[in-house]
C-alpha cells in the first residue's frame, strides 16, 4: 500500500536520476567518471523568492571537455529581478527560447545522468536546482559534488580555509583564461578548465580517487 | 540546441589552416565535436611509437615541443603553437607516432576526432591538398611520389582578391570579329580584311574559330611569294586558335601571349574551340586597355632618348610587378617579366653611353649582369652587380681600350644607378678595372680562382659564375665559360671547396611565435631569407651543374630542371626544390614590395600562420639537397 502510493507521487524522470545514481558502477575508476561541469545564472541570491534563468553544464571525462556533451538551456520567468540583468544580461523577455522551470529541469535532470557535479560554489547551484526540484515535489539531488574551491584548498595547503576564493581569483591562479564571464556555459566550462588543471595538480602529490576529492568538500559531504 | 563553447571554438578555428578553408557546418561540427584537454608542462601528450589516438591536436594556449628520439637522445623537431596541428598523419596513414609530443609549457590543446576529418576530406579537395602539404615536410619519404606539384598547391588561399590593378580586370575583347570560311581563298580573305579596317580575320567552321590569319601572315607568307594569294586560307592560317571564356582577365591574356608566342587570342562561348565563337582579343587591345603592359613597356624602353625615360619605365615595372604579385601569377613568369625589362634598360642604357663616347667601341665586348641579375631572380631593385670583358688585343693597344671601355662602364653604371639600380657598395662593378678585363685576363682570373680557392675566391666564383651577357658578342662568353669548365676539369676539388660554402648556412627547422627554430635550440628573433633560404639552393643548384659541366643555365630554377634530367634518381628531391625556390622568391618579392625594402629581413613578428607555414614547408628540401651535397662531395670531412 505504502510502495503504491510512493510510486505514484515520485515522476519517472526523479526515480530514474536516483537510480542512476545509486546504481552507478562508474565511480570507482578515476578515467570512467563523467563529471559535469555547472553554472547557473539566477534572479537574485535569496533561495526562496529568485529563480533559475539559465544552465550551463558541460561534462568532462577522462581529462577531456567533451564539447559535445554539454548543455544550455534558459527558463521562463515569473520571478524578475531587474538588478541582476545588469550581470547576466538575460532578459524577462529576451530572444533565447526558453521552457518552463518544469521542462528545464527535468531536461537538466536526464542530461545530468550519473554525472558528478563540479562547480564554483556548488552549494549556491545545487541549492538553486533543489528549490525548483522542491515545487515539483521532489529532491534534492543525489549527485555527488564536489567545488573547484575547496580543490583548490587542498591542493594549495596554505592556511586559507576562511578564505572563500572566487571565481576570478582562481582563473587568476590557475592561468584560466575568461572567455564569456557570466553566461551559464561560459562560466560552466572556465570551471572545467579549473576542474582539469586542479586534477593535474591533485595528481602530483595524491592518488586520485573520486572520494578523496569529495572528501575535500568539508562544507557539503554527499 | 545553442552551444557556445562550440561557437567559441569555431571562432579560433577558422583562423588557422585548414579550418579556414571549411565550409561554416563542416567546421561547426569539427568544433562541436572537440574535446578541450589540458597537459602539464613537461608532461606527454603522446610518445614515439606509441599507436595513434582517436583524435589529433590543435595548441589552443601555450606550446608543445615534437620529439624524435635518436640514439637516447631527444632532438627537438618542432615547436607548436596557438593554432598549429600535431599528430595527425599517424591517424590517416594508420601508423605509430613517429615523434612524441611534450608540453614546453602548459597547454591547452582541442583532441578533434579524426574520423570528421577523414569525412570532410572526401569532400574538400582544398584541405587534402593542404594535409599533404604539411605532412611532406614531417614524413620519412617526403617526396614519395604523387605529392610532387601539390607540395605548395594551397596557395591558392593566400589569393588577394581586392586589387585595384587593370591585370585582373576582365579583358575588354572585340565583339563579333570578321571572319570567313575556310572555302575562302586567300585573296578574298584580304579584301575583307582591308574593307572593314581590321589587322585580323578568324577563320570559322559552324561559327566555331578554326584558325587566324593577321597582317604577319600576308607580310610574311604572301608578299614574299611563298604562297599564291589564290590558295585556301587554310594554307597560310594559324591553327589551331588559342581560346578562351569571356572572363579571362587582362593578366591571363598577357600571359597566354607571351607563353605561347602569339598576338590574338579567340573568345568562345564555353571557352573551348568547339563552341561558338564570340569574340577576339588582341595585344593591341590589351595596350590600348593600360599602360602597364610589359611588351609595351619593352617598346618604350627602346624608344627612349634619355635616362630620365628609362627611370619612368623601370618605375612603372614596379606597378606592374605589384600587380602581378598579388594576383599570384606564376613567379616565373613575372621574373621573365620583369627580367626582360631590367635587360633592355640596361641595353638602352649601354646604347646610350656608347653614343656619348667619340667614337664606336675598338673591339667587340660583352657586358655581363652578375649574381642574381645574371640569373635572372631579381625582381625588386636591388644593386647593380655587372662586369665587362673585351677581347684581347695586342699588348700596345690595351691600355687605351681598357680606357675606352672603364669609361663607358662608368658612363652606364651612372645611368643604372639613376634608374634606380643602386652601385655595388662591393664595387662589384664593369666600372672598376678588375672587373673589366680582356678575355684573357678573365680566364686567368678564372683559373686563379678555381686553384686556390681561399674564401674569398670562392665567394667571387658564387657571384661570377652566375653571369648573364646582357649585351655584345656571344663568342666572348663561351671562351669564358669554357675556361671555367676546363680548370675545373683540371682541379676537381674545387667543386668540394664551393660545396663547402654551399653548407655555410643551413636552413632552420621551423618557427615558433617570433623565433626561428634552429637546429641546435638556438632562437633569433628576424629571418634572413636571402641567405638562409634562398642562398643555399641557388648554390646548391650552381655547384651541381658546374660538376655535370652544364653551360648556359644560370637561373637556379632552370639549373634545377636540368638536374632532374641528368639525375633522375634525384628528380623528386629536385622538384621539390624548385617548388621551394618558387614560393622563397615570391614570398621575398611580396615582403620587399610591402616594406618598400629588398625584402631580404623578415620580421617574425609580421608573418601570419599560413606564411610561416609556408615557408617553413620550403626548409625541408634545402636541408635535404644539403645533405646530399654533403655526402657527394665528403664536406663532413673537410668541415
Redesign the interface.
Known sequence: MIRFFKKKQVPKFWQEHLDKVQNSQKYANFENIRFVAIDTETTGFDYENDRILCI?A?AIKN??????D????YLKQEVFNKETVKIHGIRKNGN??KLSEEEAIIKFIEYLDDAVIVAHHTAFDVNMINQALKRLKVGPLESKQLDTNYIHKKIAKTDTYKKIFSLDELCEIY?V?M??RH?A??DA?IT??LF??QT??YKKSNVLNLFDLINTNYHLIK | MKNTIAERIYDFLKNFPPFDVLDKDQLFKIASNVKVTYVEKDNFVFKQEESPHEHFYVVKDGAIGLYRGMDNEQILVDICDEGDIFGLRPLIQNDLYLMSAKANEESVLYAVSVEILKEIIETNDKVKKFLIASFSSNIKTPYAKGTNGQLFANIEILQTSNTSFTEIQSAEFTKNPVTTLKTSTIKEAAQIMSSKRVGSILIVEKNNPIGIITDKDLRSKIATGMVSIDESVTKIMSSPVKTYKQKITVAEAQISMIKNKITHLCITKDGTPNSKLIGVLSEHDIVVMHGNNPSLLIKKVNRAKDVNALKYIREKTSNLLLGYIEQNIPIIFISKIISEINEAITIKAIELSIEEMDKQPPVKFGWLALGSQGRKEQLLMTDQDNALVFEDVAPEKYQPTKQYFLQLAKKVTEKLNIVGFEYCPANMMASNPNWCLSLSEWKNQFSHWIKSPSEDAIMMCTIFFDYNLVFGDKKLVYGMSDSIYESIKSFEIFLNFLGRNALRNPPPIGFFRQFLVENDGAHKDHFDIKSRAMMPLVDAARLLTLSHQIKDKNNTISRFKKLTKIEPQNKDLYLSCIDSFRILLQFRTQQGLKNNDTGRYVDLNNLSKFEKLKLKGCFKPIKDVQELLNIRYNLAQMM
Not at chain 1, 63 to 68: P, T, Y
Not at chain 1, 70 to 73: A, H, K, V
Request: glycine content about 8%; overall charge neutral.
Open positions: 550551463g558541460v581529462n577531456k571537455i567533451l564539447v559535445s554539454s548543455f544550455e538551456i533565447e527560447a592561468n583564461q572567455h564569456d553566461t556555459l561560459g566550462l572545467a578548465y582539469l588543471k593535474s595538480k
